[in-house]
């Protein structure tokens, strides 16, 4: 491909709006343009890394027994009624009606069409296992999109679904997908972490994340360095011996003190002089319609997946202020478990072993000083209810964890029956009998792959593409191209290397060598050759390696021949 002829639209400038180093390098180099926020536009080079990216998935998929097809973006209501998600999703659906005033929704993602699919056209157990995927864009109205393609409105995804007749055929479809995820990060030269998740709103009871890390990433995860443990926040589990506060004092009076006007933890603690670790805040839920108070002491925070799992309710959500005083008898921000009537209480372990802690007192600008429990109230149910933190020990090995920034790349799950049993998805096994189908879904962010490699593959120049998504393998730069001398050798050697095989950009523009080295190292292709006339008088290319800043002379007639050895 010749410059000249293509459309590479690189900036100089950062881009105001860009926020991290991916945006920021993918909108100069590029790659990608805004067309408002949370959609872009993929500009010839960025759609050829993209479709790089696609070859890799599709060549992994594939070899695991995988089966492409491709569904509609456009997917009916009803479908998301009958599943029972289209209340968990809320304003997160894209959804409109039509001419014909039906809602129709634009897909985040597609369980609901592929399982109406399957329990369409699959009756016997004779036709499963099957699993089947496609590479679709999806539709999510993100409240704040941000960092550029990592979390947009309208994005790329690979998803896949598996099919089996039992549990056991789920684990052996489950690790297949798994072991297809680790080739397709590792050809994409992305180091992942894969961690233990939370299944959130796609249900089920297994799932693991595939994780970057990168200080972009909004996501956070816990690892650690000597045992290999890792896991999400929303799941990492906090070991009790590290989460007890050790309290020899003696219990004191219970006392009711006056708070005006402070209501949270660090304004309570500043006013009574009290540290957050000797408090204990009260968090009111809604479980099936049912209160549940959650207590946490005040250096946590609370863990709402570890709280949903725990309480295993069809709904769980944070109380309004209207139920809080309900229940409570007080405002938001005052709840506490003294005097509490008719109310379910959980404590998190983190809260063993502490005395004379301060608490709400169900009561507009009051607290209680030395709440006791068991002298002051009772808990009769402990969990692990928090969010983990880097104070806390590994939960397997006790050694130290490492919480960091992360950008998930993608996510598996054993569904299991949600979504069979819900749309009647089944099949007649050996003895006729009517069985649900057992279910797994596999999601990869296409986008993000492109997005995190450059996240880690950069410099102060530009992008280092890994060689198996640079959208071409080498550029030629002509010092002159205006020297016949030197276009004619650029011309020559851009002939021999395309008909070997070697994805190659000529940069024939009529620019200075400063702008076209610049703009060579912007968008990262691996492999700079340069044609100039004192390597022509020498009888020699020079071909810079991006990734390293070395430069290696070959001779004119040995160059497509030893060339590809640097591609890597």
């Known amino acids: 491909m010749r410059w000249s002829k293509y459309f590479i639209p690189t900036l100089k400038e950062v881009p105001s709006e860009a926020e991290s180093v991916s945006h920021r390098l993918m909108i100069r180099a590029g790659l990608i343009r805004k067309l408002v926020s949370g959609a872009y536009i993929y500009l010839p080079l960025g759609l050829r890394v993209l479709k790089k990216i696609e070859a890799i998935i599709r060549e992994e998929m594939d070899k695991k027994g995988a089966v492409e097809l491709f569904m509609p973006s456009l997917q009916p209501i009803e479908l998301w009624e009958e599943s029972g998600r289209y209340k968990d999703l809320g304003e997160d659906l894209i959804k409109f009606k039509d001419r014909h005033n039906r809602v129709m929704v634009f897909g985040p993602t597609h369980e609901e069409v592929i399982t109406d699919l399957v329990r369409n056209h699959v009756r016997s157990y004779k036709q499963l296992p099957v699993t089947l995927y496609q590479i679709q864009t999806k539709f999510r109205d993100e409240v704040r999109p941000r960092f550029g393609v990592i979390r947009s409105r309208e994005f790329i995804m690979k998803d896949a679904y598996s099919f089996d007749k039992d549990w056991q055929g789920l684990d052996e479809s489950y690790d297949k997908m798994y072991k297809a995820y680790e080739s397709i990060f590792k050809r994409s030269g992305l180091n992942v972490i894969a961690v233990e998740a939370d299944s959130g709103v796609m249900g089920g009871d297994v799932s693991h994340e595939f994780m970057v890390a990168a200080e972009s990433g909004e996501d956070l995860l816990c690892h650690c360095p000597s045992c290999g443990y890792a896991a999400s926040l929303a799941v990492a589990e906090c070991k009790e011996s590290t989460q007890v506060h050790k309290d020899t004092r003696t219990q004191e009076e219970l006392k009711e003190v006056d708070t005006p006007g402070v209501s949270t933890i660090e304004k309570v603690g500043a006013f009574l ?4 670790e000797d408090m204990v805040k009260t968090l009111i839920y809604a479980a099936d319609d049912k209160p549940i108070a959650v207590l946490i002491r005040g250096d946590h925070e609370a863990n709402e997946a570890k709280i949903r799992k725990y309480l295993k309710s069809a709904k769980v959500e944070m109380a309004t202020e209207d139920f809080i005083k309900k229940v409570t008898g007080g405002p938001l921000g005052f709840s506490g478990p003294v005097g509490l009537k008719g109310v379910r209480i959980i404590a998190d372990s983190s809260i063993k072993g502490l005395i004379n802690f301060v608490t709400g007192a169900n009561k507009k600008d009051r607290h209680y000083l030395n709440s006791n429990f068991d002298r002051d109230f009772k808990i ?81 120049k530009g992008i280092i593409w890994p060689a198996s998504m640079a959208p071409f393998q080498v550029i030629i730069v002509p010092i002159n191209y205006k020297d016949k001398t030197i276009s004619k050798a650029a011309d020559e050697l851009y002939g021999e290397l395309e008909n070997a095989g070697i994805e190659t950009l000529l940069d024939d523009r009529d620019e200075s060598a400063g702008i076209k080295f610049n703009d060579a190292e912007l968008i990262g292709i691996p492999l700079i050759a340069v044609i100039g006339e004192k390597g022509l008088k020498k009888g020699v290319f020079e071909v810079k390696i991006r990734k390293t800043g070395k430069t290696v002379e070959f001779k004119r007639e040995e160059i497509r021949e030893k060339l590809p050895a640097l591609i890597v």
Not at 273 to 276: A, F, G, T, W, Y
Not at 388 to 404: A, G, Q, R, S, V
Not at 416 to 442: N, R, W
């Open 380 to 460: 009769e149910e402990w969990a692990d209810l928090r969010v983990i933190t880097d104070k806390d020990n590994c939960p397997k090995c006790n050694k130290n964890i490492k919480i960091e920034h992360a950008i998930e790349m993608g996510h598996v799950f054993k569904l299991g029956l949600k979504y069979t049993k819900a749309l009647k998805a089944d099949y007649s096994d050996e003895d006729g009998k009517l069985k649900p189908i057992v279910m797994g879904c596999y999601g990869i962010g296409v986008n993000r792959i492109m997005a995190a490699a450059i996240e880690l593959n950069n410099d102060a």
């Open 273 to 276: 002089n009290v540290k957050p």
